[in-house]
């Protein structure tokens, strides 16, 4: 008989009897522990503290828009008549989204328009918006949209027209002035301003539902006006037909005149404002811009509004106004250009724009 003796190195008996208390001991501890133990790639439970942390309270904040895509409904959004009348409009296959309104309450009386910057609504403002109305159309992706602005008076409107009109001026005549472009129409009748727009472009379906919108709505309104009263006191010789623009405040003055310092102008007082373009051809050629700010007959506040503007300019030349104060036409160049202002009265004329000093001086004979 063959026997067979197996030697195991001390070590070895270590490491089998540490294997063997492990495989019993770690199984009892790790069933000891909670079944619903989380592990680290969980998300923390929510607590219940009235007070939720930093983080939670940065995560709930909303971000702020400046203009809410439909305002709140409520009494002082009510249609107006004109609006009551554009919600009814239907044509077949078009859907019509609810109504965008916005009137002016108290706290709120900057203009909350849809695709409007702060300048925009500032500017109808001070043209007298009283009320906006939008309807919204809808064919698969095509839109075409209404926008309705009600003014306090026809000057206010035609401001707007002259502001915010597309296309050029057309022969089909609807209200009391017409614009149109391929995808557009827009017009003012009495103290309402219409713009309908499509979306799409180069479509006769959308074309024609536009066109009918605008007979309408005409239609629809039975009161009309007459161009500002200011426009006829323009000169006339050179002048630019289309591009006059009403001023009827500091902001749309900014906006449509590039003459410096026009904060120093009091625009509280005057009446009126226009400014138009006019193309200079002899003995030169080129396009300068005029400003005429009217005080209906007061010929006070003219006078010290002009000497409110001197004083600005003379100042931040580091001039002394005095001489140019006792005379009633003053240029001054500005860089390349030329801006020359003149006191009539009760009227305020200002040239801006002018590469040669003589081209104010031309344009501005022709005041009377």
Request: aromatic fraction near 10%; charge should be positive.
């Amino acid at each position: 008989m063959i026997s067979v003796s197996l030697v195991v190195r001390p070590i070895y008996s270590l490491a089998f009897g540490l294997a063997f208390v492990m495989s019993y001991a770690v199984p009892r501890v790790f069933a000891q522990l909670p079944a619903s133990a989380p592990s680290t790639s969980t998300a923390p439970p929510t607590t219940t503290s009235s007070s939720p942390s930093p983080a939670t309270a940065t995560a709930n904040v909303q971000p702020a828009v400046s203009l809410p895509e439909q305002p709140p409904a409520g009494p002082s959004f009510k249609p107006t008549a004109l609006g009551s009348f554009v919600e009814r409009l239907a044509f077949d296959g078009w859907n019509g989204a609810t109504l965008y309104l916005w009137q002016p309450v108290a706290g709120a009386v900057i203009p909350q328009l849809p695709e409007s910057d702060g300048l925009k609504a500032t500017i109808l403002q001070e043209f007298g918006l009283k009320s906006f109305t939008r309807k919204s159309l809808q064919r698969g992706q095509r839109y075409i949209h209404i926008d309705v602005y009600e003014f306090a008076n026809n000057d206010g409107a035609f401001a707007a027209y002259s502001f915010l009109r597309r296309g050029a001026t057309t022969v089909v005549l609807r209200g009391d002035a017409t614009s149109e472009d391929d995808d557009s129409i827009s017009f003012v009748q009495g103290k309402t301003f219409i713009s309908i727009y499509g979306t799409s472009g180069d479509d006769e379906e959308s074309k024609d539902v536009i066109r009918r919108c605008a007979t309408k709505i005409a239609k629809g309104i039975v009161e009309s006006g007459a161009p500002p009263y200011i426009l006829s006191t323009m000169p006339q010789l050179e002048f630019l037909h289309g591009s006059e623009k009403i001023v009827m405040g500091p902001a749309s003055a900014r906006r449509f005149c590039p003459a410096p310092y026009l904060n120093s102008l009091d625009f509280k007082q005057f009446k009126l404002a226009c400014v138009a373009d006019y193309q200079m051809r002899e003995p030169v050629k080129e396009r300068v811009k005029l400003l005429l700010v009217d005080y209906g007959g007061n010929a006070k506040a003219a006078a010290a509004s002009y000497q409110s503007y001197i004083s600005a300019l003379c100042q931040s030349r580091d001039e002394n106004p005095d001489l140019r104060l006792a005379q009633d036409s003053n240029q001054f160049r500005n860089g390349a250009t030329f801006t020359e202002i003149q006191l009539h009265g009760s009227r305020i004329f200002m040239v801006t724009g002018a590469r040669k000093k003589y081209s104010a001086e031309l344009l501005l004979r022709q005041i009377r």
